[in-house]
């Protein structure tokens, strides 16, 4: 069954801890994003990798960082950099860059709470 | 630079009756327009896009949506809703004539369909 997988789906973090979140594809898809979804705020865009071992910054990458080692995984991780964590969390992935004009698919969420 | 607006927070209707969510969108070149829909605590659903072709576009859920290129419009609508259309709604937007290829969203618009 192919898809995007996040996990975990809740997650708790301490103040001044770093957390990792999970993003794995099995779609074969080239293109991952990670976006973080406040209320009234929309979708933004944090990391986005194009390309295995490359990545760009989002609007708002400050206090974020990503690795792409493999094509189907795509982790985030939240530092302790980042002031205002708590947020839903949302995975997306899209086949090559070239086809712009195809949909991505997304993830079900994580959604992280700072305590 | 490119951005959506989605002018609404809320749209109200009854059941049976039409349903139209508003998208304006800016972009340097030619757009890719996408509208998505987004159930509480999950990911987003991939509802139509816009590539190029009929301003009239067709997708899931007997959704639909016109491409306005003069008013940079892409209204989605629905003849009669349902109740379960009752969601939140997002329009997004990518920039062919860019490097970017990570899709740009709106704020989302709330549908609340009433019995």
């Known amino acids: 069954d192919g898809g995007i997988t996040q996990s975990p789906k809740y997650l708790f973090r301490k103040e001044g801890q770093n957390v990792t979140l999970s993003c794995e594809q099995n779609?074969?898809?080239?293109?991952m994003y990670w976006y973080r979804q406040d209320p009234g705020q929309g979708l933004r865009l944090i990391y986005y990798?194009?390309?295995?071992?490359?990545?760009q910054k989002g609007d708002i990458a400050e206090g974020y960082s990503v690795s792409r080692e493999k094509k189907e995984s795509f982790p985030l991780t939240v530092t302790s950099a980042q002031k205002n964590p708590t947020a839903f969390y949302l995975c997306?992935?899209?086949?090559?860059?070239?086809?712009?004009?195809?949909?991505?698919?997304f993830g079900q969420g994580t959604r992280l709470t700072v305590v | 630079a490119q951005s959506v607006a989605q002018p609404e927070d809320q749209v109200n209707v009854a059941e049976g009756n039409p349903l139209t969510v508003k998208c304006t969108y800016s972009?340097?070149?030619?757009?890719?327009l996408f509208w998505y829909v987004q159930y509480p605590n999950r990911g987003l659903q991939f509802l139509l896009k816009?590539?190029?072709?009929?301003?009239l576009v067709k997708g899931s859920y007997g959704f639909e949506a016109e491409f306005n290129k003069s008013q940079t419009s892409f209204h989605l609508k629905k003849p009669s809703a349902l109740v379960s259309d009752s969601a939140l709604y997002f329009c997004?937007?990518?920039?062919?004539?860019?490097?970017?290829?990570?899709?740009?969203f709106g704020s989302g618009t709330r549908l609340q369909v009433q019995p």
């Open positions: 997306a992935s899209s086949m090559a860059p070239n086809r712009a004009n195809t949909e991505a698919f």
């Open positions: 779609l074969n898809h080239d293109a």
């Open positions: 990798s194009q390309i295995v071992n490359d990545f």
């Open positions: 972009v340097s070149g030619n757009p890719y």
């Open positions: 816009y590539i190029t072709g009929d301003n």
């Open positions: 997004a937007v990518r920039d062919m004539d860019t490097g970017r290829r990570a899709l740009t």
